[in-house]
């Protein structure tokens, strides 16, 4: 019995430790403090979105890739062995040619539209030649060849340039898409700036409908007294259950609302559902910036949209260059030996003495392309939409500063008036509670009374946000909000 009563004891002893150590992590549980700075550096720094920004932005560099591409070094090399045993009409041929052919070249093009190329071929054959063939040359001899030629681009592509100005395009669109990346993060900013602030005000607005509930909650008990000792009026007491319910009914929408909101929040910011949170807003309503306009010239969307215009006008200069006839100019030099030894035709080679010398011009032309009219074509129309949507983006962003401004004051006077509003409608409520209890006052009036002053302080909260998000509309239409 003694034994059972001790292993009893130790039973007890470890559940109440654990639960004790289990309080004691709950307690101990980090509060996350989070402001609008905090939100924004961290959905810029870990958020998906962000990344997701950082990829496109990575992907524009293959294009510039693939222009530069022309001016690589290239190699190309080959080996061929061959034997021959073809009979020929003529009756002239060998009996049998083996030939080994090693062939080596490398090209490179510069921004001038000059081509280089470097050429070495080396071509052994070992022949047997029939009993009635007056060949004289040795059944085995190696012929060693060099060249080197020299191409330039004449016309459509006069000295390259249409090459530079296809790598211009390429620079260009990196510059344009670091542009709009920040544009781009600027919107995903105020995405989660308006979160946060919607979160808050669900938030504040959860905290004030507990309080309107714990207001008629005394309301009611205060009836009942009334109502035991006969001096309520017929139908208070069912009112004011019939507002106490409503009030719940409002306490129950106002935390689901708060819950979807913050688990969108703490889902944009990548961070555990679970995780408590406290927000750090400014208590105060911040002053009124300075309301100037940025220049239109210095606006992000205003550059990307001019580096457009401007590539979409290379493009078509380099459509109308591709209607013109390709004439290239090619010089060419080159050296052999032809020798019955591999050493002697490669001195037969450098020695110089058996050159060829060659200049070509070449020229191709479509006549009446029905390829070459529809880029042409193609390189308007963009030109022409791009130049349009220039006009249009100016416009829209003149609007939008103007708009901003307009909003950022309207926000301003709202938010002062609202909090005037709620501390007027605080004194009347003081009063008003003073008088039902004098008698002097229905409860319908001080239901009525009620319902304003709490919508007062509901719009109080979400004028205050309005005014925040308003500022910071306002920084980003000056470019301030992500620089």
């Given amino acids: 019995?003694?034994?059972?009563?001790?292993?009893?004891?130790?039973?007890?002893?470890?559940?109440?430790?654990?639960?004790?150590?289990?309080?004691?992590?709950?307690?101990?549980?980090?509060?996350?403090?989070?402001?609008?700075?905090?939100?924004?550096?961290?959905?810029?720094?870990?958020?998906?979105?962000?990344?997701?920004?950082?990829?496109?932005?990575?992907?524009?560099?293959?294009?510039?890739?693939?222009?530069?591409?022309?001016?690589?070094?290239?190699?190309?090399?080959?080996?061929?062995?061959?034997?021959?045993?073809?009979?020929?009409?003529?009756?002239?041929?060998?009996?049998?040619?083996?030939?080994?052919?090693?062939?080596?070249?490398?090209?490179?093009?510069?921004?001038?539209?000059?081509?280089?190329?470097?050429?070495?071929?080396?071509?052994?054959?070992?022949?047997?030649?029939?009993?009635?063939?007056?060949?004289?040359?040795?059944?085995?001899?190696?012929?060693?060849?060099?060249?080197?030629?020299?191409?330039?681009?004449?016309?459509?592509?006069?000295?390259?340039?249409?090459?530079?100005?296809?790598?211009?395009?390429?620079?260009?669109?990196?510059?344009?898409?670091?542009?709009?990346?920040?544009?781009?993060?600027?919107?995903?900013?105020?995405?989660?700036?308006?979160?946060?602030?919607?979160?808050?005000?669900?938030?504040?607005?959860?905290?004030?409908?507990?309080?309107?509930?714990?207001?008629?909650?005394?309301?009611?008990?205060?009836?009942?007294?009334?109502?035991?000792?006969?001096?309520?009026?017929?139908?208070?007491?069912?009112?004011?259950r019939a507002e106490f319910e409503t009030q719940k009914i409002n306490v129950k929408n106002a935390a689901f609302s708060y819950v979807n909101f913050m688990d969108k929040l703490l889902t944009m910011m990548l961070l555990p559902l679970d995780q408590q949170v406290e927000f750090d807003v400014p208590v105060e309503v911040p002053d009124l910036p300075p309301l100037d306009a940025k220049e239109m010239a210095n606006l992000r969307k205003i550059q990307a949209a001019e580096l457009t215009a401007e590539n979409a006008a290379i493009e078509k200069k380099a459509a109308d260059y591709g209607a013109l006839p390709e004439i290239k100019l090619i010089g060419s030099l080159g050296y052999t030996g032809l020798e019955p030894q591999s050493s002697q035709a490669f001195a037969g080679l450098t020695s110089g003495t058996h050159p060829i010398y060659a200049i070509e011009l070449n020229v191709n032309y479509r006549f009446f392309s029905e390829k070459v009219s529809g880029e042409k074509q193609q390189a308007t129309v963009l030109y022409d939409q791009a130049?349009?949507?220039?006009?249009?983006?100016?416009?829209?962003?003149?609007?939008?500063?103007?708009?901003?401004?307009?909003?950022?004051q309207a926000s301003y006077a709202v938010a002062k008036s609202s909090i005037l509003s709620v501390k007027f409608w605080e004194q009347a409520i003081q009063e008003q509670e003073k008088s039902y209890r004098q008698g002097r006052l229905e409860l319908s009036q001080l239901f009525q009374d009620y319902s304003s002053y709490f919508r007062a302080q509901s719009s109080r909260t979400k004028a205050i946000g309005d005014y925040h998000i308003a500022l910071n509309q306002f920084a980003a239409t000056k470019d301030m909000l992500v620089q």
């Fill in 1 to 240: 019995m003694r034994e059972l009563q001790f292993l009893w004891r130790i039973f007890f002893s470890f559940i109440f430790i654990f639960n004790v150590n289990s309080i004691a992590v709950a307690a101990t549980t980090d509060t996350l403090k989070i402001s609008p700075q905090f939100v924004v550096q961290r959905v810029l720094a870990d958020g998906r979105d962000a990344k997701n920004l950082e990829f496109e932005e990575k992907k524009l560099l293959f294009p510039l890739s693939q222009v530069l591409a022309m001016y690589d070094w290239q190699f190309a090399g080959k080996v061929r062995y061959e034997m021959d045993r073809a009979q020929v009409i003529s009756g002239n041929g060998n009996s049998q040619d083996k030939t080994t052919l090693w062939n080596a070249s490398l090209n490179k093009k510069i921004p001038t539209g000059t081509t280089f190329s470097l050429g070495y071929t080396r071509n052994l054959q070992s022949s047997i030649y029939r009993a009635n063939s007056t060949n004289t040359r040795s059944p085995y001899i190696v012929l060693d060849q060099a060249d080197f030629s020299v191409s330039q681009d004449l016309l459509s592509n006069f000295f390259g340039i249409v090459d530079r100005r296809a790598e211009k395009v390429a620079r260009q669109n990196i510059y344009k898409a670091a542009l709009e990346k920040r544009e781009s993060q600027e919107s995903l900013v105020l995405s989660a700036l308006q979160l946060f602030w919607d979160t808050y005000v669900a938030k504040e607005t959860l905290r004030e409908n507990i309080n309107a509930r714990n207001k008629y909650e005394s309301v009611v008990k205060e009836l009942e007294q009334k109502t035991r000792h006969g001096f309520s009026n017929p139908g208070d007491m069912a009112k004011a």
């Fill in 387 to 408: 130049f349009n949507n220039l006009l249009k983006a100016k416009e829209d962003e003149k609007v939008n500063m103007t708009g901003a401004i307009e909003k950022l």
